[in-house]
């Protein structure tokens, strides 16, 4: 990705988020990790954003190597474990030998 100094921390302005976050953190028992909140939605919000033929194009460039299992995951979440086991029910499946599917059960 990027060289910037923008790879660890994304930034945006906070209105109305940051005072419910900080009200929240006032009245909540013990607080709230208001990063661990920020992550959490961005996660979410970032898989609402895909459909699904960037799920697909996600899913390719994972195989290919072009990005990490990390990032994949923060994409697909368990979608990943998914696609790859019905990637793998299809490659068994193209092994078979189906020369007995359509023929009867005496062989013609």
Do not use: C, P, W
């Not at 607080?31 to 961005?42: D, H, P, Q």
């Not at 072009?66 to 990943?80: A, C, F, M, P, Q």
């Amino acid at each position: 990705m990027s060289g910037s100094s923008y790879d660890k921390t994304i930034q945006f302005r906070a209105g109305a988020e940051k005072e419910a976050a900080e009200l929240l953190d006032e009245i909540h028992i013990g607080g709230v990790n208001v990063s661990e909140l920020a992550r959490v939605g961005l996660v979410e919000m970032l898989r609402q954003s895909l459909d699904e033929q960037d799920r697909i194009a996600v899913y390719e460039r994972y195989s290919r190597g072009e990005i990490s299992e990390d990032v994949t995951r923060v994409l697909l979440g368990e979608k990943l474990d998914r696609m790859e086991e019905e990637k793998e029910s299809f490659e068994a499946a193209m092994e078979r030998d189906t020369s007995g599917f359509l023929t009867g059960s005496d062989g013609e």
